[in-house]
């Protein structure tokens, strides 16, 4: 299986440039101005930018026990054609993945139906630190901590507990950081005023700023009592930036921080329109904190753009406040959301494609992909800056068939997707052939 890429504009590593690349089975074999080979598939990409595949480091794509919902045959279709060739998922499923037996089912599930490459966290709760400690870091992505509840409520709020699964671990710890007391006593609050149907509006208040701050600056600080590896997922705050460091190399970073796309591009202003649909946890909040997250993304504060693409059914999302669970599906439209940001002059190709692909790729310690290198596995994305495309109903690949992004106009569109060599995706097609790997850490 050989393919020709010519005269794409790569982006990779801090630099953009024009040249070739042949792919051979599943690895980039040669990157170079002018190369002609016998035998292989040709794709004329010029006028096009050739970007590593994203590696999306958090995605619930339900599976087992919520494919109502979603499941990892469904998303993970979804998310080749926006771009994503590799994705980490999270352990709130049913049963949840805190053992692991459940793990593994979890992986043999994805090895039968995924279309793209996997890895999973493993679950951390209040009792299961004898099978944390069996998990063998080279094998799963790390350990995910609900430091507040969530959807299938895993909370973690043992403070013993936490010291010592932060003492003990090697693995990466990722953490979800909102505090619960605050919430549950800014709730009570609204719902005496309210009951059940509170105004969405107030959500960002409920699941506020000082819930946020209180949970994530806790999580640092036992990191850095411990020395444990944390990674905060999904920052929603200004104020939360100033816990992360950016005067260090990534490499040398034992306390990272993550950004997902819907608190870069929503604000508290789009609950009047959008309802529930934007509902998330932790919230998307005010026009400043989204700034300040820029910001932090832009100076290094902040690592990895991800999704935490969380999939309900529409009929779910329809309920009155208390009773919408909270999440969105995103990976479809992902890396398109990020090259509109680019056209909108708010960050470059280079910081994009660092921040979506090769970071995900260093702070995992994952082999062999996060950049376009030969020797390095095949998962590459044919991007076309100047194909506007409009978010319809019918065009989505999620199973729960709604998407936050309905009626927006991007003007990028994703044209080609390889996921280990195969051209998995081709202009809204897609291969019968499935070419996938379970994700290994250098660990």
Known sequence: MKTLIKNATVVNEFKKFETDILIENEIIKKIDN????????????????????????????????????????????????????????????????????????????????SSANYSFMFGGTNDNLEEILRVDPKSCAGLKLFLGSSTGNMLVDNEKVLENIFSKTSLLISAHCEDETTIKNNLEKYKATYGDDIPVKYHPLIRSEEACYLSSSRAVALAEKTGARLHVFHLSTARETALFRND???????????????????????????????????AVKTPTDRKGLWQALLDDRIDVIATDHAPHTLQEKQNNYTNAPSGGPLVQHAMVAMLEAYHQGKISLEKMVEKM???????????????????????????????????????????????????????????????????????????????????????
């Open 248 to 282: 260090i190399p990534l490499r040398d970073k034992k306390i990272t921080a993550e950004v997902c796309i819907h608190h870069l591009w929503f604000c508290d202003d789009d609950y009047e329109s959008k309802g529930t649909f934007i509902k998330w946890n932790p």
């Open 357 to 443: 692909s090769h970071n995900p790729a260093i702070l995992f310690d994952i082999k062999g992909r996060g950049f376009i290198r030969e020797g390095y596995f095949a998962d590459l994305v044919l991007a076309d800056l100047n194909r506007p495309q409009t978010v319809e109903r019918n065009h989505l690949l999620y199973q729960c068939g709604w998407s936050p992004f309905e009626g927006t106009t991007f003007q990028s569109a994703i044209t080609h997707t390889f996921v280990n060599g195969n051209l998995a995706y081709n202009n809204g097609e897609f291969s019968s052939y499935r070419n996938v790997k379970r994700l290994e850490f250098d660990r």
């Open 34 to 113: 002018d190369i002609s080979a016998t035998d292989c598939t040709v794709i004329e990409a010029g006028g096009k930018y050739l970007l590593p595949g994203a590696i999306d480091d958090q995605v619930h794509f339900r599976e087992p026990g919520l494919t109502h919902k979603a499941t990892i045959a469904t998303e993970s279709k979804a998310a080749i054609a926006g771009g994503i060739t590799s994705f980490i998922e999270m352990p709130n499923t049913n049963p949840q993945t805190t053992t692991i037996d459940n793990l593994e089912a979890k992986f043999a599930i994805a090895a039968r139906t």
